[in-house]
Nanobody, 121 residues
Framework: QVHLVESGGGLVQAGGSLRLSCAASGSIFSINAMGWYRQAPGAERELVATITSIGRTTYADSVKGRFTISRDISRENAKNTVYLQMDSLKSEDTAVYYC???????????WGQGTQVTVSS
């Protein structure tokens, strides 16, 4: 079992920045990859960025060059946290952002509760 808690959402003007955090608890060292997805009103949930346990990253074309995903894994502190640095925000980035974890050999998927990001133009 893995529990994910997001933080860092809010209201920002276009061109501004926000940093999202997602702290994992539970079987955190069984996590293979973590990622961020988003869902705008009336739209389907879409991939934003992912990062593997060895730091390999992928990004949606719409956020490349503006968003950066990173991960902090510490066995000493029993910590596994993923971040999403969002710069040069646009109104179309407005959505609920969800943290995701891909866990274990069966690649079970866990989701956080979501955090709202609103970009005003």
């Amino acid at each position: 079992q893995v529990h994910l808690v997001e933080s860092g959402g809010g209201l920002v003007q276009a061109g501004g920045s926000l940093r999202l955090s997602c702290a994992a608890s539970g079987s955190i060292f069984s996590i293979n990859a973590m990622g961020w997805y988003r869902q705008a009103p009336g739209a389907e949930r879409e991939l934003v960025a992912t990062i593997t346990s060895i730091g390999r990253t992928t990004y949606a074309d719409s956020v490349k060059g503006r968003f950066t995903i990173s991960r902090d894994i510490s066995r000493e502190n029993a910590k596994n946290t993923v971040y999403l640095q969002m710069d040069s925000l646009k109104s179309e980035d407005t959505a609920v952002y969800y943290c995701n974890a891909d866990v274990g050999g069966y690649r079970r998927s866990y989701w956080g509760q979501g955090t709202q990001v609103t970009v005003s133009s």
